[in-house]
């Protein structure tokens, strides 16, 4: 028996404890103390097995504007097929592109004023102030 720093009684076991103790070694720096083996995990693995982890079960959701059919037979469809509604879409973008131009364009003729330049009222015509826009 010896008694510790704080004054309580120490009881050991035996003379290498006893002598650990006067080297100040700490009990979960000695692999054949309990303290060390809790410290590294050794009395868990002993007693009980991991638990086997279950994978997911992966589940399909509908995404806000397709139903999960359509998602569904998008995927089954050919990656040949896509390519081609793709192109169509692309296509008729363009010419609806090209026609508002051409429209745009016919319009602008037709709307043309005698060739003056509107005035305002002080007479002056419209000039651009880069900070401000027009005056």
Not at 34 to 46: D, F, I, M, T
Not at 57 to 64: I, N, P, T, Y
Not at 106 to 120: D, E, F
């Amino acid at each position: 028996m010896s008694i510790g720093c704080d004054g309580r009684p120490v009881f050991l076991g035996s003379s290498k404890a006893y002598s650990l103790t006067l080297q100040c070694k700490t009990l979960a720096k000695l692999v054949w103390t309990q303290a060390w083996r809790h410290l590294h995990k050794k009395v868990l693995s002993e007693t009980t097995t991991r638990k086997k982890s279950r994978k997911r079960s992966q589940v399909q959701r509908a995404v806000m504007g397709l139903s999960l059919d359509d998602i569904k037979k998008r995927a089954a469809q050919k990656p040949e097929f896509r390519n081609a509604q793709r192109e169509a879409a692309l296509k008729e973008v363009k010419t609806r592109k090209i026609n508002n131009k051409q429209s745009k364009v016919t319009a602008g003729r037709s709307n043309r004023s005698g060739g003056k330049a509107i005035q305002n009222s002080r007479g002056q015509g419209n000039k651009v102030n880069k900070k401000a826009g027009l005056r």
